[in-house]
């Protein structure tokens, strides 16, 4: 990545003690570019209106609506806008999209959910226990990686839903989600991926990996806080979603309740076209992929340097699956021996860096492998704007920390 996408990124221009600051808590949320900083004020200052109605900015702020849920669409692959439904985050839209299902499921029923994943898609599940459906876990193994074993043997005819991540925001790991995919249409069940950390860093395309729902979230992938749920054609449509007689009874709109954040979900086009605007292609599928692809190889190559240098630190140990593994999420937990999670990121903001310690709602696998007493781990994460320089200053700081 040049230095010409850095400068598009206020937030990098800052100083603070008379140096900038390094950002590698992206995977809590990434810094974002000038075009989608004006796109949401430009939206406040030209189109500011609810939607449907007769005048000149409530149909722009139509089009604009519209023309987001298409281009992400094309981000993820998916079949057009009419699969993009939107909401205030991830979690709230898994809450809503749960509470629906929880609806046309029978007490006895199954819902698969894995110790790896975030709480955001374990919490909304669990819930369902309460309606007597049965919900299991997919045991995490001590290496980072989900126990497939233990899915084959617990998956079974009465399953309905596989709810699981595409990758782990704690650990990088990457799940196999081709081989899920396999076991859950054997038994016919509903495939959710949570995309989330998956997202920023490679290609998406929900259409060759056969999920019936996919959610993300944009300020992961360099813009505001909106979520973003994907569902297959045609299958929200049979979901009772709470929703209000006055709102559309049909997909995309069914399970969004109230007026949305129409300047956010602007920033959210302005932060597809940002992404768009680093690859090359004919039209905007093609550049996203393209983008995607860069900004993967771009991040794996730097993250592949910060772990074999972290590696010759004395005390330093990283959880999840090492750099061998052919897709992994730039994203490293670690811990220094010693030393709480939360003194190590104290040491690193002295110097400016910005890095997240705890278990960043992954609290299962913290338990799971043993680190939620001390304080969870320290997660670096790359980003596109991540610099080679920033990575030798990161892991000069981890070489003075004793
Ligand atoms: C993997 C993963 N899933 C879900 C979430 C929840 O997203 P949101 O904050 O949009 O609810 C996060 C947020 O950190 C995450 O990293």
């Known amino acids: 990545m040049n230095e010409s996408i850095r400068q598009q990124f206020p937030a990098l221009q800052r100083i ?3 140096k900038p600051f390094i950002f590698l808590d992206g995977p809590a ?26 005048f ?11 023309t987001t849920r298409n281009n992400i669409a094309a981000f993820i692959g998916a079949e057009g806008g009419h699969t993009i439904s939107f909401g205030q985050n991830m979690t709230s839209l898994n809450f809503s999209l749960s509470r629906a299902i929880g609806k046309v499921l029978q007490p006895g029923d199954e819902i698969l959910i894995t110790q790896l994943d975030h709480e955001s898609n374990r919490g909304p599940w669990l819930a369902l226990r309460e309606k007597g459906i049965v919900v299991r876990e997919v045991r995490l193994l001590g290496t980072g990686i989900l126990d497939y074993e ?12 596989v709810a699981m991540g595409y990758a782990s ?7 196999d989600v081709q081989l899920i995919r396999k076991l859950t249409y054997q038994v016919g069940a ?17 259409q060759a990996l056969g999920c019936d729902f996919l959610l993300c979230s944009a300020y992961k992938f360099y813009g505001p806080h909106v979520g973003i749920l994907y569902s ?5 449509d049979r979901l009772p979603a709470d929703r209000l007689r006055t709102t559309y009874q049909h997909a995309p709109y069914s399970i969004e309740t109230g007026t949305l954040n129409h300047a956010a979900i602007a920033g959210v086009d302005a932060a597809i076209k940002f992404i768009a605007s680093v690859g090359k292609g004919e039209n905007l599928s093609q550049q996203l992929k393209n983008a995607m692809q860069q900004i993967g190889q771009h991040e794996r190559r730097l993250v592949q340097k ?28 670690i811990t220094v021996e010693g030393k709480r999670p939360d003194e190590v990121c104290r040491f690193l903001a002295q110097r400016n860096i910005c890095a997240w310690d705890g278990h960043f709602y992954a609290i299962r696998s913290t338990e799971v492998l043993g680190l939620l007493e001390q304080g969870g781990v320290t997660r670096l994460g790359i980003s596109i704007y991540t610099t080679e320089q920033e990575i030798k200053d990161t892991l000069e700081a981890f070489s003075e920390l004793d």
């Open 232 to 236: 297959k054609p045609g299958l929200l």
């Open 306 to 333: 910060l772990y074999d240098n972290l590696l010759k630190i004395k005390g330093i140990r990283i959880f999840g699956p090492p750099m061998d593994v052919t897709v992994r999420a730039p994203t490293l937990a």
């Open 190 to 206: 509903w495939l959710l991926l949570d995309a989330v950390h998956y997202a920023p860093h490679l290609p998406l395309d929900v």
């Open 150 to 161: 233990d899915f084959a043997q617990k998956i079974n005819e009465r399953t309905r839903l």
């Open 56 to 66: 000149v900015t409530t149909q722009e702020t139509d089009i604009i609506m519209e």
């Open 16 to 18: 603070h003690n008379g």
């Open 169 to 175: 925001n704690i650990l990088g790991t990457i799940n």
């Open 29 to 54: 949320g990434t810094q974002v570019p000038q075009i989608v900083i004006d796109a949401i004020s430009d939206y406040y200052k030209t189109s500011n209106a609810n939607t449907h109605g007769q």
